[in-house]
C-alpha cells in the first residue's frame, strides 16, 4: 500500500467515526473546565492565567485552553462542534504519524494497522470526541513514543532520536504536567534494555533534549508563577500531585476497578493480545524490540493504576504503544490461534480486524448521531439555559457573581460579566445570578435603593448545583415570574 492510499484510508476512518454528530451533544463533565478558560482568554487577552468565572484555574497547565481559543479564533463560532476539534485533530495526528513517520520501522501493513487500532479503540473513540484534556495529552505523549522509536529502531542520529521527542514531551507537559514522562521512559528503558542500547540514554542529546522540554514548559510557567506569585502557584500544583498518593479518601472498590477500567479502553483490540506469540517473530531483532515494548508499556500501566488516587484514564498514553505492539504483531505473523481451533492465520486474523474497524465505523458514523437524536431535548444544561435565556434579553449585561463552574454559562446568549461578590455589582445592574447559598444576600441587600431586587428563577445542573437569577427594579414594579427547573 502506497503513503498516500494508506494516508487516505486512514483520515476516511478518522472523518467517519470522530466527525458525526461531534457538536450535537450539551458540553458534559470537565470539558466546561477547558471551554468557559478559553472564552475569558478570549474576552480578556490573558492567556497566562486560566480562569473560570472570575477565578484563577490553577490544576491544569493551559494548553487545552489555547487550543479551544484557537478554534473559537478561526472558525469565528462558539459551539460545542468547534471546541471538541481541537481533540478530534490530535487522535489524527497520531494515526498520521504512525502512517508516515513509523511506516520505515512497521512497514506498509504494520504502519497502517497501527493507525486503525489507535483510532478505532475504544478509550480514544469517546476521548477524542470530548474536548477534555486525555484526547490531548495522550496523542502527544503517543507522537513523543513514536518518534523516539523509530528514529531509534532505525538507528538515526541520537539527536534526531531524542530532540522532536522532546518538542511533543514539553507540550504534553502543558497539556498535563509530567506524567506522560512516566510512560515515554518506561518505553525508552525498557526498549535500550531489551536491544542493549544504553549509550544512547547518555548522549549528549539527550541532555539538550531534556533542556528543550523543560524550556518549552518554563515559556509558559515562569510567567505564571510570575502572575500568582511562586509561592501560591507551587503549592497548588503540589496539591494535585499530592492528592493523587493520599489515601485520605481511598475507596477500595474503584481503586480495585482501575486495572480493569483501563484495559476496557483498549477494547476491541484487547482481544488479540492473548493471541500474541514473541516466538513467531523470525527476526530477533524485532522479538527484542516486541519485548520491549511489552513490558515498556505493561509496567508503567499497572504502576498508574496501582496508585491511590489514580483514575483509569490516567494510564491511557499505554495505548500507543499497546497499537505499535499489536501492529507489528500482525504485520510479523506473530498472532498465533490455538493450534486445537485448526483456523489459518493471515486471512482470519484480516477478517477480525476488518470487523473491528467496521464495529468502529458504525459507532461513529451511526451510532453517535442516533444517540444525539434520542438525547437532544433531554440535556439539562441546555435546558438550563434556555430558562436564562427566556428571560434575559440578549441584549441586555447579566452580571454573574462568584460562580465558581457552571456550564451553562456556555449556553447563556447574554454577555456575561463577572464580578467576586454582590457588592462589587455596578450601580446599572439589572439582572445578576448568584449561587443559592448567597440568595438571602442578593435579596435583602440595599445597594440600589430605593430600587429592589427580585428573585425570577432557580436553575439547577446536572450536578444539582442552584443558582438564582435576580432582576433590579423600582419597588412596584415586579414583572419577573419565578421559575424552577431541576
Same mark, same amino acid.
Given at each position: 500500500?502506497?503513503?498516500?492510499?494508506?494516508?487516505?484510508?486512514?483520515?476516511? $476512518?478518522?472523518?467517519?467515526?470522530?466527525?458525526?454528530?461531534?457538536?450535537?451533544?450539551?458540553?458534559?463533565?470537565?470539558?466546561?473546565?477547558?471551554?468557559?478558560?478559553?472564552?475569558?482568554?478570549?474576552?480578556?487577552?490573558?492567556?497566562?492565567?486560566?480562569?473560570?468565572?472570575?477565578?484563577?484555574?490553577?490544576?491544569?497547565?493551559?494548553?487545552?485552553?489555547?487550543?479551544?481559543?484557537?478554534?473559537?479564533?478561526?472558525?469565528?463560532?462558539?459551539? +460545542?462542534?468547534?471546541?471538541?476539534?481541537?481533540?478530534?485533530?490530535?487522535?489524527?495526528?497520531?494515526?498520521?504519524?504512525? $502512517?508516515?513517520?513509523?511506516?520505515?520501522?512497521?512497514?506498509?501493513?504494520?504502519?497502517?494497522?497501527?493507525?486503525?487500532?489507535?483510532?478505532?479503540?475504544?478509550?480514544?473513540? +469517546?476521548?477524542?470526541?470530548?474536548?477534555?484534556?486525555?484526547?490531548?495529552?495522550?496523542?502527544?505523549?503517543?507522537?513523543?513514543?513514536?518518534?523516539?522509536?523509530?528514529?531509534?529502531?532505525?538507528?538515526?542520529?541520537?539527536?534526531?532520536?531524542?530532540?522532536?521527542?522532546?518538542?511533543?514531551?514539553?507540550?504534553?507537559?502543558?497539556?498535563?504536567?509530567?506524567?506522560?514522562?512516566?510512560?515515554?521512559?518506561?518505553?525508552?528503558?525498557?526498549?535500550?534494555?531489551?536491544?542493549?542500547?544504553?549509550?544512547?540514554?547518555?548522549?549528549?542529546?539527550?541532555?539538550?533534549?531534556?533542556?528543550?522540554?523543560?524550556?518549552?514548559?518554563?515559556?509558559?510557567?515562569?510567567?505564571?508563577?510570575?502572575?500568582?506569585?511562586?509561592?501560591?502557584?507551587?503549592?497548588?500544583?503540589?496539591?494535585?500531585?499530592?492528592?493523587?498518593?493520599?489515601?485520605?479518601?481511598?475507596?477500595?472498590?474503584?481503586?480495585?476497578?482501575?486495572?480493569?477500567?483501563?484495559?476496557?479502553?483498549?477494547?476491541?483490540?484487547?482481544?488479540?493480545?492473548?493471541?500474541?506469540?514473541?516466538?513467531?517473530?523470525?527476526?530477533?531483532?524485532?522479538?527484542?524490540?516486541?519485548?520491549?515494548?511489552?513490558?515498556?508499556?505493561?509496567?508503567?500501566?499497572?504502576?498508574?493504576?496501582?496508585?491511590?488516587?489514580?483514575?483509569?484514564?490516567?494510564?491511557?498514553?499505554?495505548?500507543?504503544?499497546?497499537?505499535?505492539?499489536?501492529?507489528?504483531?500482525?504485520?510479523?505473523?506473530?498472532?498465533?490461534?490455538?493450534?486445537?481451533?485448526?483456523?489459518?492465520?493471515?486471512?482470519?486474523?484480516?477478517?477480525?480486524?476488518?470487523?473491528?474497524?467496521?464495529?468502529?465505523?458504525?459507532?461513529?458514523?451511526?451510532?453517535?448521531?442516533? $444517540?444525539?437524536?434520542?438525547?437532544?431535548?433531554?440535556?439539562?444544561?441546555?435546558?438550563?439555559?434556555?430558562?436564562?435565556?427566556?428571560?434575559?434579553?440578549?441584549?441586555?449585561?447579566?452580571?454573574?457573581?462568584?460562580?465558581?463552574?457552571?456550564?451553562?454559562?456556555?449556553?447563556?446568549?447574554?454577555?456575561?460579566?463577572?464580578?467576586?461578590?454582590?457588592?462589587?455589582?455596578?450601580?446599572?445592574?439589572?439582572?445578576?445570578?448568584?449561587?443559592?447559598?448567597?440568595?438571602?444576600?442578593?435579596?435583602?441587600?440595599?445597594?440600589?435603593?430605593?430600587?429592589?431586587?427580585?428573585?425570577?428563577?432557580?436553575?439547577?445542573?446536572?450536578?444539582?448545583? +442552584?443558582?438564582?437569577?435576580?432582576?433590579?427594579?423600582?419597588?412596584?414594579?415586579?414583572?419577573?415570574?419565578?421559575?424552577?427547573?431541576?
Amino acid at each position: 500500500m502506497s503513503r498516500i492510499s494508506a494516508f487516505l484510508i486512514v483520515v476516511a $476512518v478518522w472523518a467517519v467515526v470522530y466527525l458525526p454528530a461531534l457538536g450535537s451533544l450539551a458540553i458534559k463533565g470537565e470539558e466546561g473546565r477547558r471551554i468557559l478558560p478559553a472564552i475569558r482568554m478570549l474576552e480578556t487577552g490573558d492567556y497566562v492565567v486560566p480562569q473560570v468565572g472570575n477565578n484563577p484555574y490553577f490544576r491544569k497547565p493551559p494548553l487545552v485552553n489555547w487550543l479551544v481559543a484557537a478554534s473559537f479564533k478561526i472558525f469565528g463560532v462558539r459551539n +460545542e462542534w468547534t471546541a471538541r476539534l481541537p481533540s478530534a485533530l490530535a487522535v489524527l495526528a497520531v494515526a498520521i504519524a504512525f $502512517v508516515t513517520i513509523a511506516r520505515s520501522s512497521l512497514g506498509s501493513r504494520g504502519s497502517t494497522v497501527a493507525a486503525l487500532i489507535w483510532l478505532t479503540n475504544v478509550g480514544m473513540i +469517546e476521548k477524542g470526541r470530548l474536548i477534555e484534556i486525555e484526547a490531548l495529552y495522550v496523542s502527544l505523549a503517543g507522537l513523543a513514543i513514536i518518534f523516539w522509536l523509530t528514529f531509534q529502531n532505525q538507528k538515526k542520529s541520537p539527536w534526531l532520536t531524542w530532540v522532536p521527542a522532546a518538542i511533543f514531551l514539553g507540550l504534553g507537559m502543558l497539556a498535563k504536567g509530567p506524567t506522560l514522562l512516566v510512560f515515554f521512559y518506561g518505553i525508552v528503558l525498557a526498549v535500550l534494555w531489551r536491544t542493549n542500547n544504553w549509550e544512547l540514554m547518555f548522549h549528549p542529546a539527550h541532555v539538550v533534549a531534556l533542556a528543550i522540554m523543560l524550556g518549552i514548559f518554563a515559556a509558559w510557567a515562569v510567567p505564571f508563577a510570575n502572575t500568582t506569585t511562586m509561592q501560591l502557584a507551587v503549592h497548588k500544583w503540589s496539591i494535585q500531585f499530592s492528592e493523587r498518593l493520599k489515601v485520605t479518601n481511598f475507596q477500595f472498590v474503584n481503586w480495585i476497578q482501575n486495572v480493569p477500567r483501563a484495559l476496557v479502553y483498549f477494547l476491541p483490540w484487547l482481544i488479540l493480545v492473548p493471541f500474541i506469540r514473541f516466538s513467531k517473530f523470525h527476526d530477533d531483532a524485532q522479538r527484542q524490540l516486541a519485548r520491549g515494548l511489552a513490558w515498556g508499556t505493561l509496567i508503567p500501566f499497572l504502576a498508574i493504576n496501582l496508585v491511590p488516587g489514580a483514575a483509569a484514564r490516567y494510564s491511557m498514553p499505554s495505548l500507543v504503544p499497546a497499537s505499535w505492539l499489536l501492529a507489528m504483531t500482525y504485520a510479523g505473523g506473530g498472532l498465533s490461534w490455538p493450534d486445537k481451533l485448526g483456523v489459518g492465520n493471515e486471512r482470519a486474523w484480516a477478517k477480525v480486524a476488518a470487523a473491528f474497524v467496521g464495529l468502529a465505523l458504525v459507532t461513529g458514523g451511526i451510532g453517535y448521531p442516533l $444517540v444525539a437524536l434520542a438525547l437532544h431535548n433531554r440535556q439539562q444544561v441546555t435546558r438550563v439555559a434556555a430558562t436564562v435565556n427566556g428571560i434575559v434579553p440578549a441584549s441586555e449585561k447579566l452580571y454573574v457573581v462568584n460562580p465558581h463552574y457552571q456550564p451553562v454559562l456556555f449556553y447563556v446568549k447574554a454577555p456575561l460579566k463577572y464580578v467576586r461578590s454582590i457588592t462589587d455589582l455596578p450601580a446599572e445592574t439589572r439582572y445578576f445570578l448568584v449561587r443559592a447559598e448567597k440568595g438571602e444576600e442578593a435579596a435583602t441587600t440595599e445597594k440600589w435603593n430605593p430600587r429592589r431586587t427580585h428573585e425570577l428563577a432557580r436553575v439547577r445542573d446536572y450536578s444539582k448545583r +442552584e443558582m438564582i437569577l435576580f432582576e433590579v427594579v423600582l419597588k412596584g414594579r415586579l414583572t419577573g415570574q419565578q421559575i424552577g427547573i431541576g
